[in-house]
């Protein structure tokens, strides 16, 4: 029993129950993307901005929901997971509001439009390689495919 990727064995001897408590630091890194991302939108909240709050926090609401949909679809589908969701869904949540820190400063200004969503769709990449530790292009894919589910719900949401 090796591992065909690094050549490690697993340590077989001291069995980690599925209901055993995480090591802290596996909620250490989330937190901290977590506070940061948070913080960025705060700030961004309490000065002069082009969209009101109430519109910021409910498109910061639906991509989160249709995002966390996403997330749990392709876990079942391809990617799959080994963490508990608890601790899945603590760092969808840092992710998204970093994603959402970085964006909501660069997305009224008219000649920064590509790098408007390329930073945080490079940051909502990155961010999924550093806290669900998924492999660039599975990172990539789970990428385009919430682009694509963001792109469409806006379409349902301006015809309806």
């Not at 989160?64 to 601790?87: K, N």
């Not at 990449?125 to 990172?139: D, F, G, Q, Y």
């Not at 385009?144 to 949401?157: E, R």
Request: proline residues 8%; aromatic residues 10%.
């Amino acid at each position: 029993m090796t591992c065909p990727a690094c050549g490690a064995r697993p340590d077989l001897s001291t069995p980690r129950a599925p209901d055993a408590p995480r090591p802290r630091h596996e909620l250490f890194k989330p937190i901290v993307v977590l506070v940061i991302g948070l913080a960025l939108i705060a700030v961004y909240l309490t000065g002069s901005h082009a969209f009101s709050t109430p519109t910021i926090l409910a498109a910061i609401g639906l991509q989160s929901l249709l995002g966390v949909a996403v997330f749990v679809f392709c876990t079942m589908t391809w990617i799959g997971a080994d963490d508990p969701m608890a601790l899945n869904l603590l760092r969808l949540a840092a992710i998204y509001a970093a994603t959402w820190g970085a964006l909501l400063p660069v997305l009224h200004l008219p000649a920064a439009f590509f790098m408007a969503f390329s930073i945080p769709f490079g940051i909502f990449i990155a961010l999924h390689i550093l806290l669900l530790s998924l492999e660039l292009s599975e990172a990539f894919i789970l990428a385009m495919i919430n682009a694509g589910v963001y792109v469409a719900a806006g379409f349902v949401i301006i015809a309806g």
